[in-house]
Structure formats: C-alpha cells, structure tokens
C-alpha cells in the first residue's frame, strides 16, 4: 500500500502560481510512477501530467503544457505539481496518484491522493 497527500491547494488570481506537493508513505516511493490528474465541477476527472520513477521523463496534458510542470524527490518521497500561468479553466481537484506503469491513463494508478482544491479567479 501507499498512502498518498497533497497538499498546496488554494485560491489564486488568474495569471498567478501554485505549487502542490503529493506526500507519499508506505511502500518504496522510488519504484511508483506519479500523475496528477484534475476533476474540474460537472466534468470527468482527466489526466494532467506524469513522471516517470527515475524523474528524467514527464508527459503533459497538452492543455497544461509549458505551464505546468511535475518534479519528484525520490529522498523525501513526494511529487510535485508546479503551476504557472493559472486560468480560471484549471479550477478544479487536483490528485497525485502512484502506479507501477507511466502512463496517461487513469486506470494505470493503483493508489490515489485524496485530492486539493484548487480555485482559480478571473
């Protein structure tokens, strides 16, 4: 099992920055590929980005391409999510979720963040 937190939601000005962090406990963090995925009011939640286990290799939505970008340190056994020129269209719950495969699909991450809202005014 892991047992995954994020934390660094909030409220920001369209324009601004966030940072979320995704702490992970349990089972050797090192060997799990993480994602973000984000479920925005009345739609289906959807994947963001990912990294692989070594960090070298990420993948992005291309709605947050250029924009976002994930990080992880395998030492402290988290992810990040570093977000930069927000619009009120990323307001939404952000996940961290942790699996043995990079991938884009949801279905591929067996443990799940219990999510951070993340609100974004124009």
């Known amino acids: 099992q892991v047992q995954l937190v994020e934390s660094g939601g909030g409220l920001a000005q369209a324009g601004g920055s966030l940072r979320l962090s995704c702490a992970a406990s349990g089972r050797a963090f090192s060997n799990y590929a993480m994602a973000w995925f984000r479920q925005a009011p009345g739609k289906e939640r959807e994947f963001v980005g990912t990294?692989?286990?070594?960090?070298?290799?990420?993948s992005y939505a291309n709605s947050v391409k250029g924009r976002f970008t994930i990080s992880r340190g395998n030492a402290k056994n988290t992810a990040y999510l570093q977000m930069n020129s927000l619009q009120p269209e990323d307001t939404a719950v952000y996940y961290c979720?942790?699996?043995?495969?990079?991938?884009?699909?949801?279905?591929?991450?067996?443990?799940w963040g219990q999510g951070t809202q993340v609100t974004i005014s124009s």
């Open positions: 979720a942790a699996g043995l495969v990079f991938s884009v699909r949801e279905n591929d991450y067996d443990f």
């Open positions: 990294i692989t286990t070594s960090g070298i290799v990420t």
